[in-house]
């Protein structure tokens, strides 16, 4: 199974990415604004990539989703998984996606940092996911804010690697710009896609892709492809 990852494409085209084809497309959050119509030509985006299967979950500028959560359904329903606390099983594979983060300014999708609230969204992830979306990456792995310098991912979310209870193949997500990367620990493969650098949001190289032996469920390739659209 071939996965092709992005997140953090903030309003850009998906256009503007030479995105290879594979078996699933997944999109990690901040595809939008507040408004419908972003959702609406990110549909249609969507709907132009040859991948037999797309997932998409939210992230922190996604408003629209939160402000009209039934209208950004029906518009991604038709197009893709739209997952929100939701999983989905492709070809034997268990995927499950929840957008929510720790309090990050006044942002979409944000609960308080250390909550009860928040320790169940985690704790909601079933413990046999082989493949899990969130947009915020567990505290301490690929979640470096260089100008902040403070790792800025959740405590709660990377308590339970620490106890043992998640251990999927791939964990992938984005928010945090300059940590694009991939890390191996708690025999999972750890992938930020921020598809766009800084506060600028200038877009990067490719999607992140990553193979899976779906019948030795185990990750057997992954790296970057190159050539963003400018």
Request: one cysteine or more; charged letters at 25%.
């Amino acid at each position: 199974m071939k996965i092709v990852i992005m997140a953090d494409t903030h309003e850009r085209s998906l256009r503007r990415w030479r995105i290879p084809d594979g078996d699933v497309f997944l999109h990690l959050g901040d595809y939008s604004t507040g408004v419908l119509s972003d959702v609406r030509r990110f549909a249609a985006e969507l709907e132009e990539l040859p991948h037999r299967h797309k997932l998409v979950i939210d992230g922190n500028h996604d408003f629209a989703s939160q402000g009209f959560p039934l209208e950004v359904r029906l518009i991604l329903s038709p197009v893709c998984h739209y997952l929100v606390d939701q999983g989905v099983e492709i070809d034997g594979i268990k995927f499950y996606g929840t957008p929510w983060q720790p309090w990050f300014m006044e942002m979409a999708f944000n609960l308080t940092r250390g909550s009860d609230e928040l320790a169940a969204k985690w704790e909601a992830v079933p413990e046999d996911t082989d493949v899990l979306l969130t947009h915020c990456p567990p505290n301490g792995i690929l979640d470096w804010v260089t100008g902040a310098n403070n790792a800025v991912g959740c405590e709660m979310l990377r308590y339970r690697y620490d106890i043992g209870k998640l251990r999927p193949l791939l964990h992938a997500f984005g928010h945090v710009h300059e940590s694009r990367g991939r890390l191996n620990d708690y025999n999972t493969l750890f992938v930020n896609a921020a598809s766009v650098i800084g506060d600028a949001h200038r877009p990067v190289d490719g999607p992140v892709v990553v193979e899976l032996d779906t019948r030795a469920r185990r990750v057997v390739n992954d790296y970057l492809s190159t050539g963003s659209v400018i």
